[in-house]
Nanobody, 114 residues
């Protein structure tokens, strides 16, 4: 059974940066695309970014394009989300997810507030 564990969330001022990590285990990590989702209070979970198994192709939601960067280190079985120029609207619980296997992490809270 696969497992995903997110870390790196916290409280940051508007304009600040955070780097989220998601450590994977229990499945052949490099064979699977990975995604980051987020869910704000009272809203549906939304796709933030995804990356292919090799890391060669990435996609972003329009709301984060140019500010967030998804990457992965297949030697460390870890996917990252670098978040820059954070806004209060980015406040949410962030989850990593394997599309084809259906694994979800427990989530990490990101709060952007002055």
């Amino acid at each position: 059974q696969g497992q995903l564990v997110e870390s790196g969330g916290g409280l940051v001022h508007p304009g600040g940066s955070l780097r989220l990590s998601c450590a994977a285990s229990g499945f052949p990590f490099s064979s699977y695309a990975m995604t980051w989702y987020r869910q704000a209070p009272g809203k549906e979970r939304e796709l933030v970014a995804d990356i292919t198994g090799s890391g060669g192709v990435t996609n972003y939601a329009d709301s984060v394009k140019g500010r967030f960067t998804i990457s992965r280190d297949n030697a460390k079985n870890t996917v990252y989300l670098q978040m820059n120029s954070l806004k209060p609207a980015d406040t949410a619980v962030y989850y990593c997810h394997t599309l084809l296997l259906g694994y979800w992490g427990q989530g990490t809270q990101v709060t952007v507030s002055s």
